[in-house]
């Protein structure tokens, strides 16, 4: 008989009897739940008590889990986010009912579309309201799971105490099965509070099943790239997720392929490589470069709307469309579609692929890169890519940074030199500073920096106490242009003014200073300075930039 390593000893040891026997007293569901998630491996907790979910949380108060309270639930959301994209672990995000477990419906969105493992355990009205009965219940909804199912990943519905183990294990191994992403748990609250004489939890199993590809497709596969008279790869945010930077650039290599990384990819092959075509996707040299080759292949991209220029792109050679999300396999375009995780796929490629040697590929990358840097030299943009330039000088390499949907952003996307996190999956605002104070809690030995518009950061005001209170090493920047500035540009272009999009906003520097967070106005000269001092600094920082940015021309209109 052959053992895998789902195999357990089911055979309890004497010592196990006796204490499942005599288990501890004053323990409830709550208890489960916790004892349950340290079981499988978790340390920390994110997330709001509420009405129905106080049993989670005191049983917290009897475990070893930390537990980081955020002020709003999507912050909290947001927060859990980046600790799973950080850490490659399910992050656990504990909400009340009703409201407070919608109010993390936008982060859970920007989850599911960045193939983040959140973990979502959400209370629920007590047993005797459930099933439509509309008893008048505090947060009642008719079907609460009914405004998850369409974002998450899975629903683990849980209906009595002895449910809660499993329900949350399989739950567990959903959010870590490629493609990661968001699954919901829901556990009434009289099953929360009811004392158990259940025995405590302990090791928990759940192991996510690799997404294998089929044989006779990587076969096909490689007989295509060898024979490729110009091949191109474009890496996607699933080579990030699946830790295959080291395999995707073994491939181009051996394939003298140039490489283009999407605005979810970034960091997934270096930005300065001879091969690097790096990220300039909303440029239309990039988009005739790929179109002109005769095999592309995709890694862990679904070529949605950023991918591919805004749908412009319309490729004459052949696709080999690697991807985890078995829906986005040629979602935009024909392809041979091969359904796996990145990294075991790309193994398969370079286990069979033959080495082939391009002189002139290289030189193609410069060319197109050329291109694109005279046609940015052409705009009036000096100032943006110094602001760009500040930040990445005082960015120390290997500290992470966490990117709202602003001007500064959308420039960073196809500019900044590698890795970054960003709310492009979905889109939300409010994103940055709630997920790198998560990012924070992950390595709070590496400092983070932040992004955001002083609309963006208007949403994640209330977490500077967070960042206060746990000592967070987070530096925020707010790019301060009195308004929503890319809304304001895209209003101009298409109706010939911006309705909506000019706001009156505080003092950020005195409203940081008010939450005993230190905090400094800067200006464009000063900035590499002054983002400096702060992340080296102790603790949680704010820099306000006054500046009101422009983006490049696009090409895809």
Same mark, same amino acid.
């Given at each position: 008989?052959?053992? +895998? ?52 949380? +005191? &049983? ?30 399910? &992050?656990?995000? #504990? ?8 109010? *993390? ?104 099943? +690799? ?9 096909? *596969? ?29 491939? &181009? ?34 988009? +005739? ?88 030299? &052409?705009?009036? #943009? ?11 000088? *005082?960015?120390?390499?290997? *500290? ?158």
């Amino acid at each position: 008989m052959t053992h +895998d390593h789902h195999d357990v000893e089911l055979r309890p040891t004497p010592r196990q009897v006796a204490a499942a026997l005599n288990p501890p007293p004053g323990r409830t569901g709550g208890d489960l739940v916790v004892e349950t998630l340290a079981g499988l491996g978790a340390t920390t907790v994110f997330g709001l008590p509420g009405q129905h979910a106080l049993g989670m949380f +005191d &049983a917290l108060r009897r475990s070893d889990l930390t537990h980081i309270g955020l002020r709003v639930e999507n912050n909290a959301g947001f927060a859990a986010d980046a600790y799973g994209r950080i850490t490659g672990e399910a &992050a656990p995000l #504990l909400l009340s009912t009703g409201p407070g477990a919608l109010t *993390a419906l936008a982060a859970l969105q920007e989850a599911a579309a960045a193939s983040s493992p959140v973990l979502a355990i959400s209370s629920q009205v007590p047993t005797t309201g459930l099933g439509g009965r509309r008893r008048g219940h505090l947060h009642e909804l008719r079907d609460q799971q009914a405004s998850f199912r369409d974002i998450v990943k899975s629903v683990h519905p849980v209906r009595s105490q002895s449910q809660i183990p499993s329900a949350i294990a399989a739950a567990w191994e959903s959010a870590l099965t490629a493609p990661h992403g968001p699954v919901w748990v829901e556990i009434p609250q009289d099953v929360l509070d009811a004392d158990t004489a259940l025995p405590v939890v302990t090791a928990m199993d759940a192991f996510p099943e +690799d997404v294998l590809p089929r044989p006779e497709l990587t076969a096909v *596969a490689a007989e295509l790239l060898a024979r490729a008279a110009r091949p191109v790869i474009i890496a996607g945010g699933g080579v990030v997720r699946a830790d295959a930077a080291g395999k995707l650039r073994a491939l &181009a290599e051996r394939l003298d392929a140039p490489v283009v990384t999407t605005f979810g990819g970034k960091g997934a092959f270096p930005w300065e490589h001879p091969l690097s075509l790096q990220s300039w996707l909303e440029d239309r040299h990039t988009t +005739d470069f790929l179109e002109d080759a005769d095999v592309l292949l995709v890694v862990g991209s679904g070529l949605g709307e950023l991918s591919s220029n805004y749908h412009t792109f319309t490729p004459r050679g052949r696709i080999v469309q690697i991807e985890a999300d078995l829906g986005k396999l040629e979602s935009n375009h024909p392809a041979l579609g091969i359904h796996a995780d990145a990294r075991i796929a790309l193994q398969a490629l370079l286990e069979t692929v033959p080495e082939r040697t391009d002189p002139t590929a290289a030189e193609r990358v410069r060319t197109v890169l050329g291109k694109v840097r005279a046609r940015i030299d &052409a705009q009036d #943009l000096g100032e943006e890519r110094r602001i760009l330039a500040a930040v990445r000088e *005082a960015l120390p390499t290997a *500290a992470p940074s966490f990117w709202d949907m602003t001007i500064l952003a959308y420039w960073a996307w196809s500019a900044w030199p590698g890795a970054m996190h960003s709310a492009q999956g979905a889109g939300g605002l409010g994103y940055a500073f709630p997920a790198a104070l998560g990012a924070a809690v992950a390595d709070p030995a590496t400092p983070v920096l932040a992004v955001s518009g002083d609309g963006g950061a208007m949403y994640s005001l209330a977490e500077l106490a967070t960042a206060h209170q746990h000592s967070l090493p987070v530096t925020w920047l707010i790019v301060d242009d009195g308004g929503y500035g890319i809304l304001r540009e895209y209003m101009t272009d298409a109706y010939g003014e911006a309705t909506a999009t000019e706001l009156a906003r505080p003092d950020f520097v005195a409203l940081a200073e008010s939450f005993g967070v230190p905090a400094v106005r800067t200006s464009a000269d000063t900035l590499a300075a002054d983002l400096a001092k702060a992340l080296a600094a102790p603790g949680p920082s704010v820099v306000v930039l006054p500046a009101r940015l422009k983006m490049f021309a696009p090409t895809h209109l």
